[in-house]
């Protein structure tokens, strides 16, 4: 919708529920945020993955999205690791500094392409624009149509963080879980590719990784 990403709706939706930075703090926001932005990067060819599963920016690529730079500079500064290696040990790691800085350059693209406002380290998102993006993931999940692929990411995002809870009413809330797990269980979907599948298999894992550490 509006020429958003995944990445930038699912930002919007959290900012939307707790308007701070430090929203992102939360370990299963902040999982789903890593994962989201990893996946950007090896759809656009920016980075790709080692036979031993290992992150790698790729050695002729285009510049990455303005908001995805910082953290294409730390996989590239790091030795190669893991997508589930890398995103629990950022998001594990006490002060959270590297997810606040990849936050950080998300919201300030948000602000300056004009679909957020910021005032004293408060942030507002558009509350039209972000009713009609839950609007349309909601009829995509209710419609006897096969959802998007974006829409499925959309709802991998808010179903993993927990936000979904907080964002739709308790029957809609249990409806997009459903469809999701109908979505990603059968083979009849042919927008919805076998990455995607991983993806939220591999995010749910992450989740449950970072959620029992004290």
Request: proline letters at 3%; a neutral charge.
């Amino acid at each position: 919708m509006d020429g958003l990403t995944y990445t930038q709706e699912f930002v919007l939706c959290v900012l939307n529920q707790k308007p701070k930075l430090s929203a992102f703090k939360d370990r299963k926001i902040a999982a789903c945020l890593l994962l989201s932005e990893i996946v950007e990067l090896l759809r656009d060819g920016t980075m790709d993955l080692t036979p031993a599963n290992r992150m790698v920016i790729a050695q002729v690529s285009k510049a990455p999205t303005d908001y995805l730079k910082p953290i294409t500079d730390d996989i590239k500064k790091g030795q190669p690791q893991t997508v589930s290696n890398y995103v629990r040990d950022s998001v594990l790691s006490v002060r959270r500094r590297r997810v606040t800085k990849f936050a950080q350059a998300i919201c300030d693209a948000l602000v300056k392409d004009g679909y957020l406002e910021v005032d004293h380290k408060t942030y507002y998102d558009n509350q039209t624009l972000t009713d009609r993006i839950l609007t349309q993931l909601y009829n995509d999940a209710t419609a006897k149509k096969e959802p998007s692929e974006k829409n499925s990411m959309l709802a991998i995002l808010l179903v993993n963080s927990g936000l979904i809870h907080q964002i739709f009413p308790k029957d809609e809330a249990q409806t997009v879980e459903l469809r999701l797990k109908e979505v990603m269980r059968s083979d009849q979907y042919h927008l919805i590719s076998d990455v995607t599948k991983k993806i939220n298999r591999d995010l749910a894992a992450i989740i449950d990784a970072v959620s029992f550490v004290h």
